[in-house]
T-cell receptor, first 118, second 106 residues
Framework: GAGVSQSPSNKVTEKGKDVELRCDPISGHTALYWYRQSLGQGLEFLIYFQGNSAPDKSGLPSDRFSAERTGGSVSTLTIQRTQQEDSAVYLC????????????????FGNGTRLTVT | TQLLEQSPQFLSIQEGENLTVYCNSSSVFSSLQWYRQEPGEGPVLLVTVVTGGEVKKLKRLTFQFGDARKDSSLHITAAQPGDTGLYLCAGEKLVFGKGTKLTVNP
């Protein structure tokens, strides 16, 4: 079956522009997660959705970052007025249930969107 | 805030050697996961450990969860170039370590 799909795979934008990153989770997965990974580093948690609601937004770095999920499926991560420090790989993952409720719900990751802010 | 410290940060070895990487925390985790990430791809789950003292084997990879559920190790026997990648540990509260970047040279 299809895995987690992210688009675009690469995005180059000018400082100050807005960008939208898209994530299509595995069909039937109720939980969806966004992470940021800087070059060669570990994953920084940004936000997760259970269905269409986001119980935990604590990881969003600033109010320039927002995310939504519609229909319990597709999610978009929006970064407004991009800055050079926003350059990173943005990874999306989904799981059948929330990892907070079941350790038997491993995360399935997409291949990420590499964002470069010039 | 729960933190996971991974060591070493980088490891470069020759094919056939054995190695161990570590994942440590001052916090107790009810479960811990290990992932491997290859360049240009997302992390892929290798194993989940749940019980203190638990040992799980996946071919040449052996995972151990500490008795106090604060630490874990990954041991690779007779490493192969295909084992090259970034190894990440993660706690159940969505916390990831910074990873160990392993390079196995032929």
């Amino acid at each position: 079956g299809a895995g987690v799909s992210q688009s675009p795979s690469n995005k180059v934008t000018e400082k100050g522009k807005d960008v939208e990153l898209r994530c299509d989770p595995i069909s039937g997965h109720t939980a969806l997660y966004w992470y940021r990974q800087s070059l060669g580093q570990g994953l920084e948690f940004l936000i997760y959705f259970q269905g269409n609601s986001a119980p935990d937004k604590s990881g969003l770095p600033s109010d320039r970052f927002s995310a939504e999920r519609t229909g319990g499926s597709v999610s978009t991560l929006t970064i407004q007025r991009t800055q050079q420090e926003d350059s990173a790989v943005y990874l999306c993952a989904s799981s059948l249930d929330s990892v907070l409720s079941s350790y038997n719900s491993p995360l399935h990751f997409g291949n990420g969107t590499r964002l470069t802010v010039t | 805030t729960q933190l996971l410290e991974q060591s070493p940060q980088f490891l470069s070895i020759q094919e056939g050697e054995n190695l161990t990487v570590y994942c440590n925390s001052s916090s107790v985790f009810s479960s811990l996961q290990w992932y491997r990430q290859e360049p240009g791809e997302g992390p892929v789950l290798l194993v989940t450990v749940v019980t203190g003292g638990e040992v799980k084997k996946l071919k040449r990879l052996t995972f151990q969860f500490g008795d106090a559920r604060k630490d874990s190790s990954l041991h690779i026997t007779a490493a192969q170039p295909g084992d090259t990648g970034l190894y990440l540990c993660a706690g159940e509260k969505l916390v990831f370590g910074k990873g160990t970047k392993l390079t196995v040279n032929p």
